[in-house]
C-alpha cells in the first residue's frame, strides 16, 4: 500500500498526511493492538500460545485473509484476561495513535469479552479509565469510549453490555454501538437496548449496511437511531438512502483496507467512497482494526486521497469531516480545527 501516498497533490502528501492532526472514528480497541503492544501481552501470559518475540509476531499479523484475521483477533481477546492488561492494551494503543498524529479518538470497546472471561466491571471500567487520563497527559491525544454489543453474541450480551452502561458507565463513554457480523444479526432486536443507553445520554452509532443492503441501514436509523453509521458501505446502492444521509447529515464511518480485507468491496479502486462524497453525503475516514488488516489511520487517508484525487486541502477538509461528525464538545471541535488549519498553512512539502 506504499505506493497509495504518491496520491494527487505532491509525492510527499504521505508526509502531509502523518502530521495531519486528525481524528479518528471507527477504530475498535483488541483491533488496535499491534504486533508490538501484543509482544508485551503475550510476555506476561508465557502459557499463550501467542509468540512474544515482535519479528515473529509481524509475521503471524501478516494479513492473508478474513480467516486469519478472525484466528488473530481471538488469541488476541486470549491475551485480555485481568485488569492490568486492558489498561496496557489501552495505554500502547494511544500511544500508536498518538505516533500518527491522531488528536481525539473515539475507540470502540467490547466490554462483554471481557466481563464474561472474569474481569470485574469496575476493574474493568478503571482501568480504561487510567489509561485515557495517562494517554491524555502524556500523549495529548484524547479518548472517548464507545461500548459495543458484540452482535454475534445475541441478546444476552446486549443485556449485559447495557446493564454494564447503566450501573458502571465511565466517565469517557460517550457512544453505544453494535458489531459483529451483520448476516443473521438483525438491527432492529438491539431497539430496547439502545433505547435503554440513548435515555442516559449516549450517541448511538451501530455498524450497518457493511456486508448487509442498504435495508440494514435503514434498520439502524429507523430502529436503533443511528446518529453516525459504521460502514454502509451498501448505502449506495439506495439513492433516497444517499439523499437521506446527506440532507440530515449523518455522516458515515469509511474504512477502506477493511472492506476490502472483509469482501464488502471487491477492490479499492471498487470502493464507493466517491459515490458517497459526490452524493453530498458527510464522509469521514477510519482504520477499524488497523494491524490486523496491514493498515493505519494514515495510510487510509493516503487511500482516500488517491480514491478521491485530493490534495493536501483536500486532505485537511477529510479530516474536518471527522471533527464535525465527533462527539466532542463544540469548544473541542473548534480548536482541533484551528490546529488542522494552523497546520495545514504553515504546510511547504
Ligand atoms: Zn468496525
Known sequence: MTDSTAAPGGPDLGGFIAGLPKAELHVHHVGSASPRIVAELASRHPDSAVPDDPD??????????????????????????????????TFEVA?????????????????????????PAQAFMEAIEDARKAAETE??????????????????????????????????????????P???????QFKPYFDRARALGLRSVPHSGETTGPESVWDALRDLG????????????????????????????????????????????????????DAGVLVTVNSDDPPMFGTDLNTEYAVAARL????????????????????????AKTALREEIDAYTAGWTG
Open 56 to 89: 515473529a509476531l509481524r509475521e503471524y499479523f501478516t494479513f492473508r485473509d478474513f480467516a486469519h484475521f478472525i484466528d488473530v483477533y481471538l488469541s488476541v481477546v486470549d491475551l485480555i484476561r485481568d485488569a492490568e492488561d486492558v489498561r496496557l492494551l
Open 95 to 119: 500511544r500508536d495513535m498518538a505516533r500518527q498524529r491522531v488528536r481525539y479518538a473515539e475507540l470502540t470497546i467490547t466490554p462483554y469479552s471481557s466481563v464474561r472471561r472474569g474481569i
Open 139 to 180: 500523549f495529548s491525544t484524547v479518548l472517548r469510549w464507545c461500548f459495543d454489543i458484540p452482535g454475534e453474541a445475541g441478546l444476552e450480551s446486549a443485556e449485559v453490555t447495557t446493564e454494564l452502561v447503566e450501573r458502571h458507565a465511565p466517565q469517557g463513554l460517550v457512544s453505544f454501538g453494535l458489531g459483529g
Open 182 to 188: 451483520e448476516i443473521g444479526v438483525p438491527r432492529p
Open 226 to 277: 443511528a446518529e453516525r453509521i459504521g460502514h454502509g458501505t451498501s448505502a449506495v446502492r439506495d439513492p433516497r438512502l444517499l439523499a437521506h444521509l446527506a440532507e440530515h447529515r449523518i455522516p458515515l464511518e469509511v474504512c477502506p483496507t477493511s472492506n476490502v480485507a472483509t469482501r464488502a468491496v471487491a477492490s479499492l479502486e471498487e470502493h464507493p467512497i466517491r459515490q458517497m462524497v
Open 308 to 331: 478521491l484525487d485530493l490534495d493536501a486541502k483536500g486532505v485537511a477538509d477529510l479530516a474536518k469531516n471527522a471533527v464535525e461528525a465527533s462527539f466532542q464538545t463544540e469548544e
